[in-house]
Nanobody, 115 residues
């Protein structure tokens, strides 16, 4: 069973920064796609950022220019650097990894942006 373990969530003031990290129990090279999703209360699950094994990253319009996804295949990790955080970024963030029709999720980490 593939496991994804996230870390790095917390409380931050508007305009602040946070870094989320996710490490997988399988080789990073084995996943076609790795990324981050989030879900806020009352909202749908939405893609934040993702990166294919080889290729350019993809971002939600709402985070472009503020968030950066970094995928490190040899280290089996995918990270999300979040800057200029806004209250509307408050959500539970989930790490995701997908390959050959299978999809795996982390347990989720809470990010709260509030003064």
């Amino acid at each position: 069973q593939v496991q994804l373990v996230e870390s790095g969530g917390g409380l931050v003031q508007p305009g602040g920064s946070l870094r989320l990290s996710c490490v997988t129990s399988d080789s990073g090279f084995s996943f076609n796609s790795m990324g981050w999703y989030r879900q806020a209360p009352g909202n749908e699950h939405e893609l934040v950022a993702s990166k294919e094994r080889y290729g350019s990253p993809r971002y939600a319009d709402s985070v472009k220019g503020r968030f950066t996804i970094v995928r490190d295949n040899p280290k089996n990790t995918v990270s999300l650097e979040m800057t200029n955080l806004k209250p509307e970024d408050t959500a539970v963030y989930y790490c995701n990894a997908a390959r050959l029709g299978d999809e795996y999720w982390g347990q989720g980490t809470q990010v709260t942006v509030s003064s």
